[in-house]
């Protein structure tokens, strides 16, 4: 019985720290489309969204997870944006911005 609490132990600690892990890499894919799009990602995070087992394109289950993020254009108004991992690749980055308001880059 000690064995397997140790094992439900370490298993949560291991899947703790992979999220950790997963989790840096969307804030860091959101802050490369912001920075690309001209705008500002605001509190420099994301949150998790939705989670669920997913097949990845070899068929292997997998943990997918949606982040959801604000940013700004002005600074002044708030706007969304989504980011989808499958593991640790990217599977969906989605800006709520039209192409007519991106800002254009700062001199």
């Not at 094992?7 to 894919?29: G, N, P, Y």
């Not at 700004?72 to 308001?101: A, N, P, W």
Request: with cysteine.
């Amino acid at each position: 019985m000690d064995l397997l609490l140790f094992a439900v132990l370490i298993s949560a600690v291991a899947f703790w720290w992979t999220s950790s892990q997963i989790r840096e890499h969307a804030v860091k894919l959101s802050r490369s489309a912001c920075q690309r799009c001209h705008v500002q990602l605001l509190d420099e995070t994301v949150t998790l969204s939705k989670m669920r087992l997913q097949r990845n394109e070899h068929g292997h289950i997998n943990i997918a997870r949606w982040y959801t993020f604000e940013f700004s254009t002005s600074g002044v108004d708030r706007r969304s944006g989504i980011v989808g991992l499958l593991g640790d690749k990217l599977t969906t980055m989605h800006l709520d911005l039209d192409i007519e308001e991106m800002p254009g880059p700062n001199p």
